[in-house]
């Protein structure tokens, strides 16, 4: 069993700059392939980035493609999304989500491929 925390949402204006945080514990963190979702209201869930459990390899959604960043410490059982010149249509709830991976490259894009879920975290953009 993991348990996924995520920290670092909050209301900002649009060209501004946030990152979220997402704590893991339970399990080896090194061994998880990670992934960020979000959910804007009356929307399904999308997907916008992943990393595989050594990070040397990331994907991301097409809409934020060029703007965020996904990273990891493994050492700190922490994934982080780096989001900058935000936009209002990226305000939505932020989601990590983790799954065990034996291949230290590979990377998941599919929410159903995914084990374990945080609670989410809000991000507002304003125009």
């Known amino acids: 069993q993991v348990q996924l925390v995520e920290s670092g949402g909050g209301l900002v204006q649009a060209g501004d700059s946030l990152t979220l945080s997402c704590a893991a514990s339970?399990?080896?963190?090194?061994?998880?392939?990670m992934g960020w979702f979000r959910q804007a209201p009356g929307k399904e869930r999308e997907f916008v980035a992943a990393i595989s459990w050594s990070g040397g390899n990331t994907n991301y959604g097409d809409s934020v493609k060029g703007r965020f960043t996904i990273s990891r410490e493994n050492a700190k059982n922490t994934v982080y999304l780096q989001m900058n010149s935000l936009k209002p249509e990226d305000t939505a709830v932020y989601y990590c989500?983790?799954?065990?991976?034996?291949?230290?490259?590979?990377?998941?894009?599919?929410?159903?491929?995914?084990?374990?879920w945080g609670q989410g975290t809000q991000v507002t953009v304003s125009s």
């Open positions: 989500a983790a799954r065990p991976s034996y291949d230290r490259g590979k990377y998941y894009r599919s929410a159903s491929e995914y084990y374990y």
């Open positions: 339970g399990r080896t963190f090194s061994g998880y392939a």
